[in-house]
């Protein structure tokens, strides 16, 4: 079992920069990949960075160049540094990781955090 906290929501003007945290824990043998999702009322959650354990992050076009996703494995930590940030950015932001509960375990579990609101004004 893993549970997800995200923190470093808030309030900042468009150019500013905010950084998000998500700390795992629980019970679980690793956590193989965590993505970084949003969504605003009315709309579809959407994928907005995700990186597996030692790969290659992947962004959404719309963010690419501006956040940046990492990890600290010592920490069950992830990051999502963004930087430039624009009005279409404001959405509340889930952390979600895929883990496996044993070394035996040949499935992947999936959780999601309680979001961060990030608002970001023109």
């Known amino acids: 079992q893993v549970q997800l906290v995200e923190s470093g929501g808030g309030f900042v003007q468009a150019g500013k920069s905010l950084r998000l945290s998500c700390v795992a824990s629980?019970?679980?043998?690793?956590?193989?990949?965590v993505g970084w999702y949003r969504q605003t009322p009315g709309k579809q959650r959407e994928l907005v960075a995700r990186?597996?354990?030692?790969?290659?992050?992947d962004y959404a076009d719309s963010v690419k160049g501006r956040f940046t996703v990492s990890r600290d494995n010592a920490k069950n930590t992830v990051y999502l540094q963004m930087n430039g940030l624009t009005p279409e950015d404001t959405a509340v932001y889930y952390c979600?990781?895929?883990?496996?509960?044993?070394?035996?375990?040949?499935?992947?579990?999936?959780?999601w955090g309680q979001g961060t609101q990030v608002t970001v004004s023109a």
């Open positions: 979600n990781a895929a883990w496996r509960a044993t070394a035996g375990q040949n499935r992947d579990y999936s959780n």
């Open positions: 629980g019970r679980f043998f690793r956590i193989n990949t």
């Open positions: 990186l597996g354990d030692g790969g290659t992050p």
